[in-house]
């Protein structure tokens, strides 16, 4: 079926998103915004859009391993609007990054992580039609950018 589209502020998204998770902050985690004033709203299904940031968003604090900064900055460039997921973790190794799109594939301990969320993600950035990458750097951190076409 067709995911159901409408037009989205999404700015609302991440904000709505991030309230529902506050509770999930632990003591030594800070969360932070910068989002752009200037974003255009657009068509997308704006609750697969609220569970990719969710994914995204319990990643980064997971990565944190309870202290450190969340930083979520949204962004118009040209046609794209980009949604950045920005934590001070313990980042990934190259062979971590080449495999955290293969669905299962997880770096939690046995049964506490399905490892669904970036293959799952992914297919629905892309179902949107956008797309989504990765960077990362051991012991500096991650960063994960979703990019969406805002072409109304």
């Known amino acids: 079926s067709e995911a159901a589209t409408s037009l989205t502020d999404i700015n609302q998204v991440i904000n709505q998103t991030l309230k529902l998770m506050s ?9 932070a915004t910068m989002l752009s004033e200037e974003l255009p709203k657009v068509y997308t299904n ?7 940031l969710m994914h995204l968003v ?26 950045e997921v920005i934590d001070s973790g313990i980042g990934m190794s190259q062979e971590t990054k080449r495999k955290i799109f293969e ?4 770096t939690k301990d046995v049964g ?17 039609g956008g797309n989504l990458k990765v ?15 805002s072409d109304l």
């Open 112 to 128: 506490t992580g399905v490892g669904l969320g970036l293959s799952i993600s992914l297919n629905i950035i892309n179902q949107l």
């Open 58 to 83: 319990k990643n980064a604090f997971e990565s944190l391993k309870g202290y450190g900064r969340v930083l979520i900055k949204s962004s118009l460039l040209g046609e794209k609007i980009q949604i």
């Open 23 to 31: 509770h999930t902050i632990g003591p030594g985690v800070s969360l």
């Open 103 to 106: 669905p299962f594939y997880t």
């Open 135 to 149: 960077e990362s750097v051991v012991g500096k951190g991650t960063t994960v950018t979703v990019c969406l076409t």
């Open 46 to 52: 704006a609750g697969q859009l609220a569970q990719v």
